[in-house]
């Protein structure tokens, strides 16, 4: 038996969700390409084709959005868990926590089993909605816990993307940035079996409750080496400091091997097609802000231009990391929710694989090559 580190080309799963061709850069979701979808489709729609498999009808979207706006208050006792966290945490711990508790407000863990082995779907399609629809609104009342303010309630007659801008700058969302916002949203919100997606399928193959799938998935999204790469960039930026400094800057910086954040993919070996619709909208805001926007930006398009000569011959490309946060930035985010944004929006990809995965499950229990010592005899403390 061969060990592949890292799973590397091993399919852990059949799945009818999303489809990528790291070859040519293609993403689809249930066979859509994501750049369509980025184009014409919103986060709603593109959250119930990725749940449900097919696009809705008006019917069905408008029941779907209603339930999701009607599920955006979450208990006031979250709220009080928030209270209770350190300030200086961070974001992703504080949503991890909270996500884990949901089940403790919203029971029913015994309908996973309900008919011996298998989820009650009344159950699943309602803990999809009100893990989804929780999601923006645990991130910005944390936004607002932790500077010492009361949470934003969120609104319902507003959009996913409006009301989450809304209650994270408590302001009247702009339509633009709320668009930009909504395609963001849609371009995060699956990526077939990513780390965090495998970590709800490992969670969700056991049974456990969804929050808890969600909690794993978004512990694993944590790192840096994963989600936690588009805060790391824009630090990065910052580092460089000026258009003319990125040339050496990126010499000195593979000479001692360190990484590029926002750069590489284990699955593409070209141009991340979601980075290239993610600077299409920067280039949209700049035009809606009269030119105005980051001057991390310029730096970023002059790495971009440099690292093509050094990393592109090893199919070293900008992954989905390297401008969404300068997106992100623009339209008032701080820099470590990055990644919860990133979290709220794959929510959407951990249900769909968790509600496929739970529709023929088997726990996941792989082998090991074991390499350490054969049984050897115990040895007493004064014998050592
Ligand atoms: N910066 C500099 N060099 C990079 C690089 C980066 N971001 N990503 C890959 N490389 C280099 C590797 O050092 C390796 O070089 P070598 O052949 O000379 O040793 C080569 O490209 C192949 O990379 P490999 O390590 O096989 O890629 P991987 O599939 O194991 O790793 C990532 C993929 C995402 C973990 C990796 O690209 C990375 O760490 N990127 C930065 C973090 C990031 O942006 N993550 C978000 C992903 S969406």
Redesign the pocket.
Known sequence: MDYVP?L?GIPATQSKISFLDGQEGVLTYRGYPIVELAKHSTFEEAAWVLINGELPNSAQLTCFDGELRANRRVKYNVRDIMKFLPIDGHPMEALQTCVASLGMFYPGQERMTANGISADSEFVEQMIVKILASMATLVAMWEHIRRGDDPVQPRTDLTYAENFLYMMNEREPDPVEARIMDACLVLHAEHTI?ASTFAALVCGSTLAPPNLVVASAIGTLAG???????Q??LNMLDEIGSVDKVSNWLDQ??AT???????????YKVK?PRADILQGLLEELRQHRGGQISPLYDIARELERC?DER?AP???YP????YSGLLYEALGMPRDQFTPIFAISRTVGWLAHWKEQISHNRIFRPTQVYEGYPVRAYSPMAAR
């Open positions: 890292g590397q990513n840096p080496l994963h989600g936690g790469a588009n790391r960039v910086r593979l091997k360190q990484v590029v954040w926002g750069f590489g993919h284990r699955e991340d690292a990393l090893k199919g070293v992954n989905v990391d390297f």
